[in-house]
């Protein structure tokens, strides 16, 4: 009978090698992609069986079961264990401390269950309530993003991929126009709140702060109003009367180069003004007067009275997010539809911490959003423009292209104009190669106006303007005005419907000063040809798109150019 032999105090068992399972065959690479996650070192295994203790819990009173093998005492001979049935891991267990950790006899195996050594994701011993903790660094993390269609497209991404790194990459897949105005917008359905993330912020850390079985999501969008502020008339953005302070105490300076000096070091100018508040545990809204400065948010008890003994203080804006309220008169009857909220970090679920406010008109909301954006991320919130410039004026191929994907390094420019392909390694020749094909693309869709009369009035080329991102086919004026308002309050954000009273006719949806406006597009014919008209045949087009390149240059009988274009990309 085999006994174990004795061994000072703090040496370690040496168990005797048993031949172990046959080793798995060569695997085969497929072509099906699946996500790895990292597997634990080496010694995870066999170190855990040094500094933890595996056994079967105990029965009732804490005594051990007959049958069931225990702790080993060391007497009789090593541990058995019965592996058709499971054993309980302890986090840890204590040692010796003139003990040292020394690498075990076993083959190393690699641990096909590594969620259950992490105690804090772990399923099992982790809280429900305590939501899914902070981001671990190196470890990936899964993502899923929403388009504005419903679908949903799952990413991996590290703890510190950024919103602007997991825009582009979305921009890449979908095959999208690049440019700065993607954005992504974390959504809170059953709180009805939506707010665009910062190009700087963490995804996996604002995902990490949800609580666990709430309605939150990513939704990948447009957002035409996000560097609105840099590039915007000024005066507008930020009325004389709610920074008339500012201007009181800057007397010889002009309001739009006050304004413009607080945007370009990062700052924020002091802004008041009419609010309507929400009190607390009551559905009645009331009326105060607001004053942003530098130390915060407060409102006066007294009017207007801006005595620092009628100054109540009201939030911190360095530790909240700032929400716009989506269809605030049905979840929390605001007096307007202008609302938004200040949610507090450590209000991770509910409508108890929310502090809600409402503004008179559109305006004044932009006013305060923009206003609270700058007090709270200052310069950051300028660099992530600056940054977002100097992206757009390099080409895409230049520069680290985080999140990259196995497919994406496949693709590489070819020449294919001689008996054989070759692959174009100079960059200013790939560039020559792309701007010859965009003609081409050019000379093939401006052929249409060469084409016969009797072939300019047929179906195909009255239907051309289906193909165009702006044209959003039948839907209904208000879904427009959502849709335009999700995209960007900006001068110049179009798009082209179906009209739902005439049915031969259309509608060009315009934003201007921060309302939707609505052109109707009638179609006449003369000669046996088709032309498109807005100003009762004045000036005719021959067809929709036309009609849309001419008023991208021209103004025409519009307020204001057409600038940027909704759409919906697929995920």
């Not at 996500?35 to 170190?47: F, V």
């Not at 307007?336 to 559109?362: H, M, W």
């Amino acid at each position: 009978m085999w006994s174990p032999s004795r061994r000072p105090v703090g040496a370690a068992h040496t168990w005797p090698q048993t031949p172990g399972p046959a080793a798995p065959g060569p695997r085969t690479r497929s072509l099906v992609r699946c996500r790895t996650r990292s597997l634990p070192p080496d010694n995870a295994m066999d170190g855990g069986a040094q500094q933890s203790s595996l056994r079967e819990p105990p029965g009732p009173g804490g005594a051990e079961q007959e049958g069931v093998p225990g702790e080993w005492d060391g007497g009789e001979g090593p541990p058995e264990v019965k592996r058709s049935q499971p054993l309980f891991i302890h986090g840890s267990s204590r040692q010796l401390p003139e003990e040292e950790p020394r690498a075990s006899s076993l083959p190393s195996i690699p641990n096909p269950f590594p969620e259950l050594c992490s105690p804090s994701n772990s399923p099992i011993l982790s809280s429900p309530a305590l939501g899914q903790g902070p981001p671990r660094e190196g470890a990936s993390h899964v993502v899923k993003v929403f388009g504005e269609d419903g679908a949903c497209r799952s990413l991996e991404a590290s703890a510190g991929t950024t919103a602007r790194q997991l825009c582009e990459t979305l921009v890449r897949r979908t095959r999208a126009l690049q440019d700065h105005s993607w954005a992504l917008v974390e959504l809170h359905q059953h709180l009805a709140l939506e707010r665009c993330l910062e190009d700087h912020e963490s995804v996996v850390e604002v995902q990490s702060s949800w609580p666990p079985g709430a309605d939150s999501r990513f939704v990948f969008r447009k957002n035409f109003a996000k560097y609105e502020l840099f590039k915007s008339n000024t005066q507008s953005l930020f009325p004389e009367v709610m920074v008339s302070s500012c201007l009181e105490a800057n007397k010889s300076m002009a309001h739009s180069e006050l304004i413009q000096n607080f945007l370009n070091s990062g700052s924020c100018p002091e802004v008041q003004g009419f609010l309507h508040l929400r009190e607390t545990r009551r559905k009645v809204w009331k009326r105060f007067y607001f004053s942003l400065r530098r130390s915060g948010l407060y409102y006066s008890t007294k009017g207007t009275s801006k005595d620092p003994r009628h100054l109540q203080y009201f939030a911190d804006l360095t530790e909240s997010n700032i929400y716009y309220v989506t269809q605030g008169k049905k979840h929390y009857g605001t007096p307007t539809e202008f609302s938004f909220c200040i949610k507090p970090y450590k209000v991770r679920s509910g409508v108890k911490g929310l502090k809600l406010l409402c503004s008179e008109d559109e305006q004044s909301r932009s006013c305060w959003m923009a206003a609270f954006r700058l007090f709270k991320y200052g310069m950051q919130l300028y660099r992530n423009y600056q940054q977002a410039q100097a992206r757009l004026s390099q080409p895409p191929w230049i520069g680290p292209t985080p999140l990259r994907s196995v497919s994406d390094n496949a693709l590489v420019a070819m020449d294919f104009s001689g008996c054989t392909g070759r692959v174009i390694e100079n960059p200013s020749e790939v560039l020559t190669v792309a701007l010859e094909e965009a003609q081409a693309w050019r000379k093939k869709t401006t052929h249409r106006y060469s084409l016969p009369a009797a072939c300019q009035s047929s179906p195909l080329s009255a239907a051309i303007h289906c193909t165009q991102p702006w044209f959003h086919g039948r839907i209904s004026r208000e879904d427009t005005q959502q849709l335009i308002g999700r995209q960007g309050l900006v001068d110049g954000v179009f798009l082209v419907r179906e009209s739902q009273r005439n049915p031969k006719g259309f509608v060009l949806s315009l934003c201007h000063l921060q309302r939707v406006k609505h052109y109707l597009i009638l179609p006449s014919e003369e000669e046996g040809r088709l032309y498109f008209t807005m100003d009762d045949g004045q000036t005719r087009f021959a067809d929709l798109i036309q009609l849309v390149e001419f008023h991208q240059i021209n103004r025409g009988i519009l307020p204001c150019k057409l600038r940027h274009y909704c759409t919906c990309v697929a995920l």
